[in-house]
């Protein structure tokens, strides 16, 4: 009966816990954010395909891509759902933090698994048409093509996920990332991968008798860039937020001038616009962080004394 009545005695003293119940969704913005995560899951079901079946445009029936190509732009569209969400639910005035739980979730595939999953599919592909010797060096790469995708995977989830512990809700400090984004992260593999099967689709379909630079490149090339985007994605290297940038406030004429002369490129070679857009901007942070560092050794700060 003593133990019975300290027993009930302590759950009388502690506080009952809450439980916060979600009880409204804004359907807009979520439902866009839906779109963004739906695109990056059937992107990677797209690329399991076959890549030897090609699919046709429905508006343009003599136009056909193959499903490496049509899981890149599916991978692209859950992109400009991304950019949409937050800007909807900003005017919308609908911003919450289960959107912001839900996008990092659904970024998670569409940026994270996605990539990763297209680019080991078609490094793949190419590696069983390479016979590589010695035997030892054919499985270092076949082990390494693997290992780069699985650590791009995890490094987009832990990315994601220390975005959602440091987000603050206020737009004005959204002005730049600690690592690359997801997104761009993302841009740089996808967009390789659209570029390669620009070219190589012109090429020669026999590749078990010709193989060429194009397929070694994919092999060791691709991997190696898809890690080292997975690593700046963890980095702490600022990168800025282009769009809140761009929108927030007026530009110079060079400026405007350098927006019109990319959307000129984007419409005459859209694959090659956006390879040099997501590289350029991934290499901009790293040439920046390594220009801050040497700024830095060379002014050191003073000492405490010396400045009082």
């Not at 060096?137 to 975005?163: D, E, K, P, Q």
Request: charged share 15%; hydrophobic share 50%.
């Amino acid at each position: 009966m003593k133990i019975r009545s300290l027993r009930q005695r302590k759950t009388d003293t502690e506080t009952p816990r809450k439980i916060k119940r979600l009880k409204y969704i804004a359907v807009l913005p979520s439902f866009i954010t839906l779109l963004n995560g739906a695109f990056g899951f059937i992107a990677i079901i797209i690329a399991s395909r076959s890549p030897v079946l090609r699919y046709s445009l429905p508006l343009m029936p003599r136009s056909s891509m193959t499903s490496f190509a049509v899981a890149g732009y599916l991978i692209f569209l859950a992109m400009i759902a991304d950019m949409l969400d937050g800007r909807v639910a900003r005017l919308t005035r609908t911003t919450s933090s289960f959107g912001g739980q839900l996008d990092s979730l659904c970024d998670v595939i569409s940026f994270g698994i996605g990539p990763a999953f297209l680019m080991f599919k078609l490094s793949e592909f190419h590696f069983e048409h390479l016979n590589l010797q010695p035997l030892v060096f054919s499985v270092l790469a076949g082990r390494g093509i693997f290992f780069s995708a699985i650590i791009y995977a995890m490094c987009a989830v832990v990315r994601l996920a220390r975005f959602n512990v440091e987000n603050e809700e206020d737009e004005s400090a959204h002005m730049s990332f600690s690592g690359i984004p997801s997104p761009a992260a993302a841009g740089v593999v996808v967009s390789l991968v659209l570029l390669h099967q620009q070219f190589f689709s012109r090429g020669d379909p026999d590749l078990s008798q010709n193989p060429t630079s194009v397929e070694l490149i994919t092999v060791f090339g691709l991997p190696i860039i898809t890690l080292l985007t997975g690593i700046l994605m963890v980095s702490r290297i600022r990168y800025p937020h282009v769009a809140n940038q761009l929108l927030r406030s007026k530009k110079t004429p060079p400026t405007l001038l350098a927006i019109f002369a990319s959307c000129i490129l984007i419409i005459w070679n859209f694959q090659l616009a956006m390879v040099i857009g997501f590289c350029g901007f991934a290499l901009f942070g790293v040439v920046r962080w390594i220009v801050l560092c040497i700024l830095r050794k060379g002014h050191p700060k003073p000492e405490a004394g010396a400045s009082s």
